[in-house]
């Protein structure tokens, strides 16, 4: 059983995916880490996250163990992961571990920009999550507020203007809702009310494939 959610940058997606994971018993990965610590790596190696070679390399020795890194989440990782994220031979390196978590048992629920697209296109259910850039912004902000972290809520959505803006027209794997993929905009939604929304969706996709229980 797998459960793709991609989504927009600040969606909310990474939160329902957890949940949505626990709900079913199922693993969860969240792709947006793996590239935001070749970023880290990158950086920490004094290269450029521009540089196919630096980030390349930095993709090529990731530590798995390193994921549960809390400082992954800062604003300028964020940043720097989108950069990262463009080059083909990065993506390349991380799909197999992608891909071999998605065959875990008994399922994972996968959560980034590409997983319905590209890392999983036989995913059992796919949802795509959004909200308006403001609301986006807005919760992004209070997150980084609660940790701490010096930033406006102005610089916060140039930021996600500017990493959906890079993410959609990149190249490879650009950010777009798969065909079907099943839209949740959580705009006027709350956390709760937006994993019981998803739960339906979820539910409603699976009858509709011969798999409820
Ligand atoms: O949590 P948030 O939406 O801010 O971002 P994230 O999911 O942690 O992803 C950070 C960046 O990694 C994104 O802006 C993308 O450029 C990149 N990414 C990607 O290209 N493909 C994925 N499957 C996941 C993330």
């Given at each position: 059983m797998i459960i793709a959610i991609d989504g927009t940058a600040a969606s909310g997606k990474g939160t329902l995916a957890k949940r949505v994971a626990a709900h079913y018993g199922l693993h969860h990965l969240d792709t947006g880490r793996l590239y935001r610590a070749v970023a880290r790596d990158t950086l920490a190696a004094g290269g450029d996250p521009s540089d196919a070679g630096a980030a390349l390399a930095a993709a090529r020795a990731?530590?798995?163990?390193?994921?549960?890194?809390?400082?992954?989440?800062?604003p300028d990782l964020g940043e720097a992961a989108s950069l990262v994220a463009r080059h083909p031979e990065v993506r390349k390196t991380l799909l197999a571990y992608q891909r071999a978590f998605a065959r875990r048992k008994p399922g994972a629920v996968i959560d980034g920009r590409d997983i319905g697209t590209?890392?999983?296109?036989?995913?059992?259910v796919k949802l795509f999550v959004t909200a308006t850039p403001e609301e986006r912004a807005r919760r992004r902000y209070r997150e980084f507020k609660d940790d701490g972290i010096d930033v406006t809520e102005k610089e916060v959505l140039a930021d996600i203007l500017a990493r959906d803006a890079r993410d959609k027209n990149?190249?490879?794997?650009?950010?777009r809702q798969a065909e079907d993929a099943v839209l949740l905009d959580?705009?006027?939604?709350?956390i709760d009310a937006a994993f019981r929304a998803a739960i339906s969706l979820i539910d409603a996709a699976m009858g509709r494939a011969g798999r409820a229980g």
């Open positions: 990731l530590d798995a163990k390193s994921l549960d890194d809390p400082d992954l989440r800062t590209i890392v999983c296109p036989d995913a059992d990149r190249a490879v794997a650009p950010l959580t705009t006027n939604l709350a």
